[in-house]
């Protein structure tokens, strides 16, 4: 499906200049505790994916003249590890390894690989988080709140922009202050 989507867009375009890489699904559970399917569900979905998308996008990126731009979603417990999501973090994690052998291959062909890794943002997954435990993650979070998806679009905007060219293999963290290093 990924390699008949992309086809679709080189036949109809004729190149492509961003892929934004934007996928996750939770199942949390401590490590004794996760099933193989549960794991494997989460890893292919949050990682895999990202995998086959960049694989096959990046031919219609290197027709993008010098500026193709890949943008990788992870998120802030992919940088710091979080007990109980064994499955979300290792594949988020991934997804961090996976921007930066992208960009030394790629930045020589003109194509910047970077992400992004929110924190904990108001979104339809963080609302399916019980309230008592998201009242305690809001707290340790500096700025005293969620963030905002258009906030998190901001940072993809940058990255995409001409301005961002030298800009390759970082990760742009936009946690309100959650992790810092």
Excluded: W
């Excluded at 007990?83 to 994690?93: C, D, E, N, R």
């Excluded at 992004?116 to 005293?144: C, Q």
């Excluded at 963030?147 to 993809?156: D, H, L, Q």
């Amino acid at each position: 499906a990924v390699e008949a989507a992309i086809k679709s867009i080189g036949e109809r375009e004729g190149r492509l200049d961003v892929l934004v890489n934007n996928a996750a699904i939770a199942i949390d559970g401590l490590l004794l505790r996760t099933k193989t399917a549960d794991f494997m569900r989460v890893l292919n979905t949050n990682l895999t994916s990202v995998f086959f998308l960049c694989r096959a996008a990046s031919r219609l990126l290197l027709k993008a003249k010098e500026s193709g731009r890949i943008i990788n979603l992870t998120s802030v417990v992919g940088e710091t590890g979080n007990a109980g999501q064994v499955s979300y973090t290792s594949a988020k994690a991934g997804i961090l390894g996976l921007t930066r052998t992208l960009a030394r291959e790629l930045a020589s062909r003109g194509i910047t690989v970077n992400a992004v890794s929110p924190g904990y943002i108001d979104t339809d997954m963080v609302r399916a988080v019980p309230p008592n435990v998201l009242e305690k993650i809001v707290a340790k979070i500096p700025v005293g709140r969620l963030g905002k998806a258009e906030e998190i679009a901001r940072g993809v905007l940058f990255l995409v922009a001409d301005d961002a060219g030298f800009v390759t293999g970082s990760t742009l963290s936009i946690n309100g202050g959650q992790h810092m290093y």
